[in-house]
C-alpha cells in the first residue's frame, strides 16, 4: 500500500522557518513529480509548491515565491518544503502529493495524498 508520510509541523512564531519533510513509503517516487498543497480554515486546498522528479524545474504560488524552497532528495525517497520568513497567513494543513505522470500544479491530476500536518504561525 503506498503511503506519504509528512513530517516536520508545528507552532512558530511568524518570521520564523520551518522544513516539512515527506516520506513516500511502498513506492519509489524518484521519477514522479510531487507537490505540496495546504488548507487554511474556510478555504480551498491549493497549490504550494511543486517540483519535476529530477528536481530541474519548480512551481512556486507567487504567495510563498522567495519565502519556500521545495527539494528532493531521490537517494532517500524524501521531499522537502523548507519555509522562511513565516506568515500567519501560511497557517493551514500541508499536504505532500505525488504526481504518477506528467507535471502541473492541478490537484486533480495528483494521484497520492499524504494525510497533512499542521502549521501555525503566530503573530
Known amino acids: 500500500q503506498v503511503q506519504l508520510v509528512e513530517s516536520g509541523g508545528g507552532l512558530v512564531q511568524a518570521g520564523g522557518s520551518l522544513r516539512l519533510s515527506c516520506a513516500p513509503s511502498g513506492r519509489t517516487f524518484s521519477s514522479y513529480t510531487m507537490g505540496w498543497f495546504r488548507q487554511a480554515p474556510g478555504k480551498e486546498r491549493e497549490i504550494v509548491a511543486a517540483?519535476?522528479?529530477?528536481?530541474?524545474?519548480?512551481y512556486y504560488a507567487d504567495s510563498v515565491k522567495g519565502r519556500f524552497t521545495i527539494s528532493r532528495d531521490n537517494a532517500k525517497n524524501t521531499v522537502y518544503l523548507q519555509m522562511n520568513s513565516l506568515k500567519p497567513e501560511d497557517t493551514a494543513v500541508y499536504y505532500c502529493a505525488a504526481r504518477l505522470r506528467g507535471w502541473g500544479a492541478r490537484q486533480s491530476e495528483y494521484d497520492y495524498w499524504g494525510q497533512g500536518t499542521q502549521v501555525t504561525v503566530s503573530s
Open positions: 517540483s519535476s522528479w529530477s528536481g530541474g524545474t519548480t
